[in-house]
């Protein structure tokens, strides 16, 4: 029992390890790709900027969540489950960087978002932090089963992204208020409101993508029919939840005319908890 212990102890720390390591190849990045804008250990150490620091959470965050696919399939041979946990950790990692190329250029578009950080949109960064652990919520349903192998994790991982994105320009399309004006403007209920949905629909994806892999027919099609479902219901249940967990007021209230986080924080708490609910009884 005690030799037990210590020998999954042991694997715990190795796998710990390799995370430990993709995150800290992660902060070399990001420093190596923002240091024309700006110095994000100073700006964090120093500045205080709470924008950059939930960038690098959301990343730091993304890579364990996206390995946690390839964890989840381990129990066999030990040192085939940590070659297998750096490789597919290697494709989470260039996974989250493409995330973040996807949030510049298309999710939160017409901003600089390197320059919004350094001057502390905090909007902009809680929506980074969403879609960067939807990402790696996306990447673990990807890599998470048998069958399929990295070529279809890279597929859905793509069927991801375009499911997030499809996300926001639905939100943006239904609701009476415009969520992307008021991030651009570091609106911070606005950023919750964005960054909270798009991470409510990252634990639906994740639901859609888990399992063994069956064949591309069906495995597209069931994901397709999945994800549009899940997506149509978090965004019908905008409604009730406005109407009978913030009593009295409303949403737009709160993102547009005077913003209020923490009525927002109500809302996205609820609307996560739900997602949970629908990815675990979607087929």
Same mark, same amino acid.
């Given at each position: #029992?005690?030799?037990?212990?210590?020998?999954?102890?042991? =694997?715990?720390?190795?796998?710990?390890? *390799?995370? +430990?390591?993709? #995150?800290?190849?992660?902060?070399?990045?990001?420093?190596?790709?923002?240091?024309?804008?700006?110095?994000?250990?100073?700006?964090?150490? *120093? &500045?205080?900027?709470?924008?950059?620091?939930?960038?690098?959470?959301?990343?730091?965050? %993304?890579?364990?969540?996206? #390995?946690?696919?390839?964890?989840?399939?381990?129990?066999?041979?030990?040192?085939?489950?940590? @070659? $297998?946990?750096?490789?597919?950790?290697?494709?989470?990692?260039? +996974?989250?960087?493409?995330?973040?190329?996807?949030?510049?250029?298309?999710?939160?578009? %017409?901003?600089?978002?390197?320059?919004?950080l350094?001057?502390?949109?905090?909007?902009?960064?809680?929506? *980074? !932090?969403?879609?960067?652990?939807?990402?790696?919520?996306? /990447?673990?349903?990807?890599?998470?089963? *048998?069958?399929?192998? @990295?070529? &279809?994790?890279?597929?859905?991982?793509?069927?991801?992204?375009?499911?997030?994105?499809?996300?926001?320009?639905?939100?943006?399309?239904?609701?009476?208020?415009?969520?992307?004006?008021?991030?651009?403007?570091?609106?911070? /209920?606005?950023? @919750?409101?964005?960054?909270?949905?798009?991470?409510?629909?990252?634990?639906? !994806?994740?639901?859609?993508?888990?399992?063994?892999?069956?064949?591309? =027919? =069906?495995?597209?099609? &069931? +994901?397709?029919?999945?994800?549009?479902?899940?997506?149509?219901?978090?965004?019908?249940? =905008?409604?009730?939840?406005?109407?009978?967990? !913030?009593?009295?007021?409303?949403?737009?209230?709160?993102?547009?005319?005077?913003p209020?986080?923490?009525a927002?924080?109500?809302?996205?708490?609820?609307?996560?908890?739900? $997602?949970?609910?629908?990815?675990?009884?979607?087929?």
């Amino acid at each position: #029992m005690v030799t037990d212990l210590g020998i999954g102890v042991g =694997q715990a720390v190795v796998f710990a390890a *390799e995370a +430990f390591v993709f #995150m800290w190849l992660a902060k070399l990045v990001l420093d190596r790709r923002e240091r024309r804008v700006y110095s994000a250990d100073r700006q964090i150490a *120093e &500045s205080g900027n709470l924008a950059i620091a939930l960038r690098r959470a959301g990343v730091y965050l %993304g890579v364990a969540v996206g #390995m946690l696919g390839a964890l989840s399939g381990g129990g066999g041979d030990f040192l085939a489950d940590v @070659l $297998a946990t750096a490789i597919e950790g290697a494709a989470v990692f260039v +996974f989250l960087f493409v995330a973040l190329v996807v949030s510049d250029r298309i999710v939160v578009t %017409g901003l600089d978002n390197a320059g919004a950080l350094r001057d502390g949109n905090v909007a902009v960064g809680l929506v *980074e !932090l969403g879609i960067s652990v939807a990402t790696g919520l996306v /990447a673990y349903g990807s890599f998470a089963g *048998e069958g399929g192998g @990295l070529a &279809s994790a890279v597929v859905f991982f793509a069927l991801g992204q375009v499911g997030l994105v499809l996300l926001t320009i639905a939100y943006e399309r239904v609701t009476p208020y415009h969520v992307l004006d008021g991030v651009r403007a570091g609106n911070v /209920a606005a950023g @919750l409101m964005l960054g909270g949905m798009l991470l409510a629909f990252g634990f639906i !994806l994740n639901a859609c993508l888990s399992g063994r892999f069956v064949g591309w =027919q =069906q495995d597209l099609t &069931s +994901f397709g029919a999945s994800a549009g479902a899940g997506l149509v219901v978090l965004l019908l249940l =905008q409604w009730p939840i406005d109407r009978l967990f !913030l009593p009295g007021t409303t949403l737009r209230h709160h993102i547009e005319a005077a913003p209020n986080p923490a009525a927002v924080a109500v809302a996205v708490s609820v609307k996560l908890a739900l $997602a949970v609910v629908i990815g675990a009884v979607l087929p």
